[in-house]
Nanobody, 130 residues
Framework: VQLQASGGGLVQAGDSLRLSCAASGQAFSQYAMGWFRQAPGKEREFVVAISRNDGPITYADSVKGRFTCSRDNLKNTVYLQMNSLKPEDTAVYYC????????????????????????WGQGTLVTVSS
């Protein structure tokens, strides 16, 4: 599976952006997908995980109510709609894919990051000015 993220850019606080992550390869619908971000000088952190098919979505507390993750399994694409952006959202955003035998296992692996991720995309930079 190869992941290609896009949609980053420079915006002002309060603006919106939509990130996309297009996946190549088969069985996209069977993968849990997620987004992580890494701000300058900080460790990469979990943002959201979306289960395979029409399963649950888990958000980091810092983005709840502002970010919405969705997926289109026909287009092999996962989206991250980011509203009410804040300067602290400035980071490189990475998409990720993980497959586990169970949906719950995949979501847990995705949320754990690191070794729990099977595939990483390249990052897309989001910069939010105050």
């Amino acid at each position: 599976v190869q992941l290609q993220a896009s949609g980053g850019g420079l915006v002002q606080a309060g603006d919106s952006l939509r990130l996309s992550c297009a996946a190549s390869g088969q069985a996209f619908s069977q993968y849990a997908m997620g987004w992580f971000r890494q701000a300058p000088g900080k460790e990469r952190e979990f943002v959201v995980a979306i289960s395979r098919n029409d399963g649950p979505i888990t958000y980091a507390d810092s983005v709840k109510g502002r970010f919405t993750c969705s997926r289109d399994n026909l287009k092999n694409t996962v989206y991250l709609q980011m509203n009410s952006l804040k300067p602290e959202d400035t980071a490189v955003y990475y998409c990720a894919a993980t497959f586990r035998r169970t949906r719950e296992g995949a979501m847990a692996a995705m949320a754990s990051g690191g070794d729990g991720i099977d595939y990483w995309g390249q990052g897309t930079l989001v910069t939010v000015s105050s």
